[in-house]
């Protein structure tokens, strides 16, 4: 066999084994521009005046700060809204069952209250954090919520960085299973049991 013959073989061999492009790519660095798939655009959206996400600085680089806000959430029915978002247009993201989130987040060491959601979708998904993880909250669709809390282990405790310092998260969810794990700037990174 040819040299050529061989590579062609090489190739159509590992295409399919080539990274996926995700859908929604916000590195949220500078600019809300999605370099995924799905294309599009961001916006910050601000549930309180002077509340909203600003750009700002941190160890990894330039990042969202959302620490203007009088306390954590976002606009919620029994209370006063507060804070802000980042946004971004879900309509292609509806239909998903299978997904994988891999963020960078700190808690505002200054706020008091409940947890701050990390991440959401319009299909009724929230990402929040946990002492040793995270919490998923599901939307089925009678609009009851289902929540699922993915831990390391108890003995890592004290490997898992506070809710007020950089954590790495990665969270993979398929329609029976969630996997993940959690790490910071200057820890190992821990599964998610």
């Given at each position: 066999?040819?040299?050529?013959?061989?590579?062609?073989?090489?190739?159509a061999?590992l295409?399919?084994?080539?990274?996926?492009?995700?859908?929604?790519?916000?590195?949220?660095?500078g600019?809300?521009?999605?370099?995924?798939?799905?294309?599009g655009?961001?916006v910050?959206?601000?549930?309180?005046?002077?509340?909203?996400?600003?750009?700002d600085?941190?160890?990894?680089?330039?990042?969202?700060?959302?620490?203007r806000?009088?306390?954590?959430?976002?606009?919620?029915e029994?209370r006063?809204?507060?804070?802000?978002?980042?946004?971004?247009?879900?309509?292609?993201?509806?239909?998903?069952?299978?997904?994988?989130?891999?963020?960078?987040?700190?808690?505002?060491?200054?706020?008091?209250?409940s947890s701050?959601?990390?991440?959401?979708?319009?299909?009724g998904?929230?990402?929040m954090?946990g002492?040793?993880?995270?919490?998923?909250?599901f939307l089925?669709?009678e609009?009851?919520?289902?929540?699922?809390?993915l831990?390391?282990?108890?003995f890592?405790?004290?490997?898992?960085?506070?809710?007020?310092?950089?954590?790495f998260?990665?969270?993979?969810?398929?329609?029976?299973?969630?996997?993940?794990?959690?790490?910071?700037?200057?820890?190992?990174?821990?599964?998610?049991?």
């Amino acid at each position: 066999m040819r040299l050529s013959g061989l590579l062609f073989l090489l190739l159509a061999i590992l295409s399919p084994l080539r990274a996926q492009v995700p859908l929604v790519d916000l590195p949220l660095a500078g600019d809300l521009v999605n370099r995924g798939s799905l294309g599009g655009e961001a916006v910050f959206m601000e549930y309180a005046p002077g509340e909203g996400p600003v750009w700002d600085v941190s160890p990894l680089g330039a990042c969202v700060d959302f620490t203007r806000a009088s306390r954590h959430g976002g606009a919620v029915e029994q209370r006063e809204p507060a804070g802000g978002a980042v946004v971004f247009p879900g309509e292609g993201l509806r239909d998903i069952a299978t997904f994988t989130i891999v963020l960078w987040a700190r808690q505002n060491p200054l706020a008091e209250g409940s947890s701050a959601r990390l991440a959401m979708t319009e299909t009724g998904w929230d990402l929040m954090p946990g002492a040793r993880g995270v919490i998923l909250g599901f939307l089925d669709d009678e609009g009851k919520k289902t929540f699922a809390t993915l831990n390391a282990a108890p003995f890592a405790r004290g490997r898992i960085p506070q809710n007020d310092e950089w954590r790495f998260l990665a969270v993979a969810v398929d329609t029976d299973t969630l996997r993940g794990c959690i790490g910071g700037l200057d820890r190992e990174v821990e599964p998610f049991r």
